[in-house]
């Protein structure tokens, strides 16, 4: 292992990989990357992969879009020698009340300002996107066919190999256990594999971030929560694009193989980091599932899982630096929308770090934005 390096990024995931691998591009070197356990072990590889430019503020719509424009060139990019395989399929968001309606039509003239391609459809014309969609459920939708379903374990692959290729160190199964500080300057890793002298520390820990930010005296305002997810067994094609609903609480959408992925959120979850399954899910899922996408009741589930969000209580991730330790960044509390953020993440950060002016302004994500009282509320979040 090194013994010094100019920066450590702490986590595995598809978002300390992109920042390792924009900080070598730009000729950055002594990058490291620590990880607890294998890459895209954490919230990347336990997502449901969706990939969505469909929000409700214009930074979030901003940054999806280029998030998707770069998975749409990244084997090439990342000059990958597999397939990242990004489906796009489409995003279908059906609402189910007036309230939504109306919500939906303002986020679509939004993301039509921004150039996006987007609808706001009836539920006639949703029906003919999904044709086994219960639209007795439903009141419109709004549909942009340039969404999809991305494999994260491969995709995150593809940016660890290419920052390999830079010459980045990725350790994998290695363990944070403190952060050396000096007169209120980061000068240190100590890990269960031996400590790192470094200057520069970033937080990309995903659902642990919290405890990387007390290992500095740094209180960061976020929890994790567990969010369930199930397959089923892969069938023929029937279902294209991702079908999602904020309030019928369901995201749903078959993948490239065949099996139908999905998942709901669940407002009773302790705050804590527990990843285990339960049945409730399973039963409150399946009665979701049937009454939307009925013909899906009849496949059987073959697994289900968990992972966790990192929740800001915005529903908006932190980036940047904070003013009480010099040289400690974050990139976390995703509140569920890191992996499709992944690219400009990487992006951001980089320039963030290097001083340089930000592709896009993400200024208001700062940490400070708690103490300031000056939220940043999307309101397309499941």
Same mark, same amino acid.
């Given at each position: 292992?090194?013994?010094?390096?100019?920066?450590?990024?702490?986590?595995?995931?598809?978002?300390?990989?992109?920042?390792?691998?924009? /900080?070598?591009?730009?000729?950055? +070197?002594?990058?490291? %990357?620590?990880?607890?356990?294998? &890459?895209?072990?954490?919230?990347?590889?336990?997502?449901?992969?969706?990939?969505?430019?469909?929000?409700?503020?214009?930074?979030?719509?901003?940054?999806?879009?280029?998030?998707? +424009?770069?998975?749409?060139?990244?084997?090439?990019?990342?000059?990958?020698?597999?397939?990242?395989?990004?489906?796009?399929?489409?995003?279908?968001?059906?609402?189910?009340?007036?309230?939504?309606?109306?919500?939906?039509?303002?986020?679509?003239? @939004?993301?039509?300002? @921004?150039?996006?391609?987007?609808?706001?459809?009836?539920?006639?014309?949703?029906?003919?996107? %999904?044709?086994?969609?219960?639209?007795?459920?439903?009141?419109?939708?709004?549909?942009?066919p340039k969404d999809g379903h991305l494999n994260p374990f491969l995709t995150t692959d593809a940016y660890a190999k290419a920052a390999r290729?830079?010459?980045?160190?990725?350790?994998?199964?290695?363990?944070?256990?403190?952060?050396?500080?000096? $007169?209120?300057?980061?000068?240190?890793?100590?890990? !269960?594999?031996?400590?790192?002298?470094? $200057? %520069?520390?970033?937080?990309?820990?995903?659902? =642990?971030?919290? *405890?990387?930010? !007390?290992?500095?005296?740094?209180?960061?305002?976020?929890?994790?929560?567990?969010?369930?997810?199930? %397959?089923?067994?892969?069938?023929?094609?029937?279902?294209?694009?991702?079908?999602?609903?904020?309030? &019928?609480?369901?995201?749903?959408?078959?993948?490239?193989?065949?099996?139908?992925?999905?998942?709901?959120?669940?407002?009773?979850?302790? +705050?804590? @980091?527990?990843?285990?399954?339960?049945?409730?899910?399973? !039963?409150?899922?399946? +009665?979701?599932?049937?009454? /939307?996408?009925?013909?899906?009741?009849?496949?059987?589930?073959?697994?289900?899982?968990?992972?966790? =969000?990192?929740?800001?209580?915005?529903?908006?991730?932190?980036?940047?630096?904070?003013?009480?330790?010099?040289?400690?960044?974050?990139?976390?509390?995703? *509140?569920?929308?890191?992996?499709?953020?992944?690219?400009?993440?990487? /992006? /951001?950060?980089?320039?963030?770090?290097?001083?340089?002016e930000l592709t896009i302004d993400i200024s208001s994500l700062g940490i400070d934005r708690f103490e300031k009282n000056e939220l940043v509320?999307?309101? *397309?979040?499941?």
């Amino acid at each position: 292992m090194l013994k010094t390096a100019d920066i450590v990024i702490i986590g595995g995931g598809i978002s300390g990989c992109a920042i390792a691998y924009n /900080l070598a591009k730009k000729g950055v +070197k002594n990058i490291v %990357v620590l990880e607890k356990n294998y &890459l895209a072990s954490g919230a990347t590889g336990r997502c449901g992969a969706g990939i969505r430019q469909q929000w409700g503020t214009e930074m979030n719509c901003r940054v999806a879009m280029e998030s998707i +424009k770069f998975f749409e060139t990244a084997n090439e990019e990342l000059e990958y020698d597999g397939d990242i395989e990004f489906k796009q399929g489409g995003y279908l968001i059906v609402a189910s009340t007036p309230k939504e309606d109306e919500q939906f039509k303002k986020n679509v003239e @939004l993301q039509k300002s @921004l150039g996006m391609e987007v609808d706001f459809i009836t539920s006639h014309e949703a029906k003919e996107i %999904v044709p086994f969609l219960n639209i007795d459920k439903i009141t419109s939708a709004t549909f942009c066919p340039k969404d999809g379903h991305l494999n994260p374990f491969l995709t995150t692959d593809a940016y660890a190999k290419a920052a390999r290729r830079l010459g980045v160190k990725i350790y994998t199964f290695t363990t944070v256990t403190g952060i050396k500080t000096e $007169n209120g300057r980061i000068t240190g890793v100590m890990t !269960d594999k031996g400590d790192i002298a470094t $200057n %520069v520390v970033v937080n990309a820990a995903g659902g =642990y971030s919290k *405890s990387i930010g !007390d290992m500095v005296g740094v209180d960061i305002p976020v929890f994790s929560e567990r969010h369930q997810i199930l %397959v089923t067994e892969p069938v023929e094609p029937m279902m294209g694009p991702m079908v999602m609903s904020f309030s &019928l609480n369901i995201y749903t959408q078959q993948t490239p193989h065949g099996s139908i992925i999905m998942g709901r959120g669940d407002n009773n979850e302790p +705050k804590d @980091l527990r990843i285990t399954s339960s049945w409730q899910f399973l !039963d409150e899922m399946a +009665k979701t599932v049937t009454d /939307l996408l009925p013909p899906i009741g009849r496949l059987r589930v073959i697994r289900q899982w968990a992972g966790l =969000y990192n929740i800001t209580p915005d529903r908006q991730p932190i980036y940047g630096a904070v003013d009480e330790v010099e040289g400690f960044y974050m990139a976390v509390g995703y *509140s569920g929308h890191g992996f499709m953020f992944g690219p400009m993440t990487g /992006l /951001l950060m980089s320039e963030m770090i290097l001083g340089e002016e930000l592709t896009i302004d993400i200024s208001s994500l700062g940490i400070d934005r708690f103490e300031k009282n000056e939220l940043v509320l999307e309101p *397309s979040v499941v």
